[in-house]
């Protein structure tokens, strides 16, 4: 555990995602608690200097901050996200990562992709495999099918075996932002896309 220093300057500004630990106490006749300590759990050693982590660290931060409530408190969640950011930190190559996060996470939102199904086209808004396209254009088509369902096959461990194309990798990201759009209400737009893409089209 690494302590930190709440009397120096910045302290308050931590890397998105971070994992922290607090202990409040309680004020009494006040119905408050203030905070008492405040401790980094642990520090990363790549996310800070890896350019394309920090891209895909700041896309995630997004994605989360955009899809949860205030109110929301999931254990399974809470362990997959910290997993999340360990794993990142300890991954060779990310250039996939976010893809294989969001497909997890949409597991924990109740709508993973049902992977138990056939067909050559997938229907984003029934949240399967199909033969062919309805009366609404959300569907992923071949050849970025097949790559969909490696993708779903897919976990952080086994990242190394995921190679996609540049324009596949991107036509899946949009589409999985689709796919959140579609059963998550409310949801804005991701603005960290644009910078992911960016540092990704520098290094590919």
Known sequence: ????????????????????????????????????????????????????????LLFINEVVYKTLHDDYQNEALFDFLQHSMQMLDAVEHCENFHLVFLVQLSSLYGFYPSHLSEGSYFDLMAGQFCDGTENHPYYIEPPQTEMFRKLIACNYESLALLHFEHSTRKNLLHKLIDYFRIHLDGLKEIKSVKVLESVFDEVR
């Open 1 to 56: 555990m690494v302590r930190i220093n709440k009397k120096k300057p910045g302290v308050t500004k931590f890397q998105p995602m971070s994992i922290l630990s607090l202990q409040f106490q309680a004020q009494e006749n006040a119905g408050m608690l203030t905070p008492r300590s405040l401790e980094l759990n642990s520090v990363p050693s790549t996310l800070n200097t890896d350019i394309t982590k920090v891209a895909v």
